[in-house]
T-cell receptor, first 113, second 114 residues
Framework: KQEVTQIPAALSVPEGENLVLNCSFT??????LQWFRQDPGKGLTSLLL?????REQTSGRLNASLDKSSGRSTLYIAASQPGDSATYLC????????????FGTGTRLAVRP | SAVISQKPSRDICQRGTSLTIQCQVD?????MFWYRQQPGQSLTLIAT?????????ESGFVIDKFPISRPNLTFSTLTVSNLSPEDSSIYLC???????????FGQGTRLTVV
């Protein structure tokens, strides 16, 4: 059974700091890994998608890496801003799952002005 | 990317009633899913909505409680039946245009059962 864990569960940083969110998964037979952002009580916004053959993806101040063999992904946020405050979720799409996503537990980020 | 309109965005329902949630996509998509997010928790898949046939439910979810329709490639509904306070959650529609590609989510429906 695929399990996805995110560390830390919560993080509070001052504005301008660079930070790293971690995601680990137990089954490396995946099609892709996706990072999402969720604001309180809202839906999910897709941030980055990394295919299993890729090592990293970048979008603006965000950079996500994938090490499939070790079952790890990191989301790097540069020069954090208060508007980055949200919950960040990683999700993997298992090859045996028919395109279903298995979600991590989430990291709740607060960026202090 | 796909633009998803999910309605209603929130509702407060009486115990024993039902709520139907709609998911409309601006383009044809191959894959459609319904997820539940209970308070303080991550997302759990309820079912895969199959066009023109019965949905495929995950363990712990049954059709009588969560009937799903998907009449075409752009629209699906999820009904949560015989509501109890334990059904208070955020329900989310998710789509992917092709298999093994990026998933997009609706804005979610926040359901409170009183």
């Amino acid at each position: 059974k695929q399990e996805v864990t995110q560390i830390p569960a919560a993080l509070s940083v001052p504005e301008g700091e660079n930070l790293v969110l971690n995601c680990s998964f137990t089954d490396s037979a995946i099609y892709n890994l996706q990072w999402f952002r969720q604001d309180p009580g809202k839906g999910l916004t897709s941030l980055l998608l990394i295919q299993s053959s890729q090592r990293e993806q970048t979008s603006g101040r965000l950079n996500a890496s994938l090490d499939k063999s070790s079952g790890r992904s990191t989301l790097y946020i540069a020069a954090s801003q208060p508007g980055d405050s949200a919950t960040y979720l990683c999700a993997v799409m298992k090859k045996s799952s028919g395109d279903k996503l298995t979600f991590g537990t989430g990291t709740r980020l607060a960026v202090r002005p | 990317s796909a633009v998803i309109s999910q309605k209603p965005s929130r509702d407060i329902c009486q115990r024993g009633t039902s709520l139907t949630i709609q998911c409309q996509v601006d383009s044809q998509v191959t894959m459609m899913f319904w997820y539940r997010q209970q308070p303080g928790q991550s997302l759990t898949l309820i079912a895969t909505a199959n066009q023109g046939s019965e949905a495929t439910y995950e363990s712990g979810f049954v059709i009588d409680k969560f009937p799903i329709s998907r009449p075409n490639l752009t629209f699906s509904t999820l009904t949560v039946s015989n509501l109890s306070p334990e059904d208070s959650s955020i329900y989310l529609c998710s789509v992917a245009q092709e298999p093994h590609t990026e998933a997009f989510f609706g804005q979610g429906t926040r359901l409170t059962v009183v």
